[in-house]
């Protein structure tokens, strides 16, 4: 996690800014498959995401300065060019890449490790009106859909993958992917699950798997139950044995191109 000088807020300040966004240009070129062919002028002169984490890291430098009013004023300027709200004194790693970025909003006491994907609509957000840190720790190569809510101080760990529109309210542990309001942690075909992806389409669907369970429990009762009472049972019966439709497929070719 980069770490701003304190003593000296002057040039030295200013090339680390510039050295982290350099490496926010290069993680938007790797991550972005419409920046592949874009050069890097071009990618910090149009890009959203690159813009606000530019306003950012200047403002937390001044806030982290104790520098008033100003860091707070960039920070409003960002959210209203580009969309995106960070809070001066929310902390971001290396490589942090935000894909569109409409709507996000990242609070005061979030910490952002590095090589974090984010896509538009997440939020970093609080819970409660307690003071000290209320807002989520994002560890390393951790990646976030569209929409997802993590709220609270909670962490969410290395490699860790949130599906869009989930609603995170505890920890995550690493390697996992979280899916469902509220935010259940599952793995992808008992791979370990690290880096960028935008694949949202197969992932399991825990509340399916679980009635699936229940319907077939339920039939092997039924069953039993007419076996027992010698109705409609007994090795010859026609009673069709429970089942679930799935309402979509977690199988076939990656529609993100993997």
């Given at each position: 996690?980069?770490?701003?000088?304190?003593?000296?807020p002057?040039?030295?300040?200013?090339?680390q800014?510039?050295?982290?966004?350099?490496?926010?240009?290069?993680?938007?070129?790797?991550r972005?498959?419409?920046?592949?062919?874009?050069?890097?002028?071009?990618?910090?002169?149009?890009?959203?995401?690159?813009?606000?984490?530019?306003?950012?890291?200047?403002?937390?430098?001044?806030?982290e300065?104790?520098?008033?009013l100003?860091?707070?004023?960039?920070a409003?300027?960002?959210?209203?060019?580009?969309?995106?709200?960070?809070h001066?004194?929310?902390?971001?790693g290396?490589?942090?890449?935000?894909?569109?970025?409409?709507?996000?909003v990242?609070?005061?006491?979030?910490?952002?490790g590095?090589d974090?994907t984010?896509?538009?609509?997440?939020?970093?957000?609080?819970?409660g009106?307690?003071?000290?840190?209320?807002?989520?720790?994002?560890?390393?190569?951790?990646?976030?859909?569209?929409?997802?809510?993590?709220?609270?101080p909670?962490?969410i760990g290395?490699?860790?993958?949130?599906?869009?529109?989930?609603?995170?309210?505890?920890?995550?542990?690493?390697?996992?992917?979280?899916?469902g309001?509220?935010?259940?942690p599952?793995?992808?075909?008992?791979?370990?699950?690290?880096?960028?992806?935008?694949?949202?389409?197969?992932?399991?669907?825990?509340?399916?798997?679980?009635?699936q369970?229940l319907?077939s429990?339920?039939?092997?009762?039924?069953q039993?139950?007419?076996e027992?009472?010698?109705?409609?049972?007994?090795?010859?019966?026609n009673t069709?044995?429970a089942?679930?439709?799935?309402?979509?497929?977690?199988?076939?070719?990656?529609?993100?191109?993997?």
């Amino acid at each position: 996690m980069a770490r701003y000088a304190l003593v000296m807020p002057g040039l030295s300040v200013f090339a680390q800014v510039a050295k982290e966004l350099r490496r926010d240009i290069v993680a938007a070129r790797d991550r972005d498959p419409a920046a592949r062919d874009v050069g890097q002028v071009e990618i910090l002169a149009t890009w959203p995401g690159i813009h606000a984490l530019l306003a950012h890291r200047v403002a937390h430098a001044l806030n982290e300065a104790g520098m008033p009013l100003l860091p707070r004023a960039i920070a409003l300027c960002s959210r209203t060019l580009t969309g995106i709200e960070i809070h001066p004194a929310a902390r971001i790693g290396e490589g942090l890449f935000i894909d569109h970025g409409t709507g996000v909003v990242i609070g005061e006491t979030a910490d952002i490790g590095d090589d974090v994907t984010l896509y538009q609509g997440v939020t970093l957000g609080g819970t409660g009106f307690a003071t000290g840190k209320r807002h989520p720790t994002v560890q390393d190569n951790v990646t976030i859909g569209s929409g997802a809510k993590l709220l609270g101080p909670i962490t969410i760990g290395h490699g860790a993958k949130i599906g869009a529109n989930s609603v995170v309210i505890t920890d995550v542990p690493p390697n996992s992917t979280v899916v469902g309001n509220p935010g259940h942690p599952v793995r992808v075909d008992g791979r370990r699950v690290e880096g960028p992806d935008a694949d949202w389409i197969h992932l399991p669907d825990p509340i399916a798997e679980a009635i699936q369970g229940l319907a077939s429990r339920i039939g092997a009762l039924e069953q039993a139950m007419a076996e027992l009472s010698g109705e409609n049972g007994g090795e010859g019966s026609n009673t069709p044995a429970a089942e679930v439709t799935p309402l979509r497929t977690v199988r076939g070719p990656n529609p993100a191109g993997g």
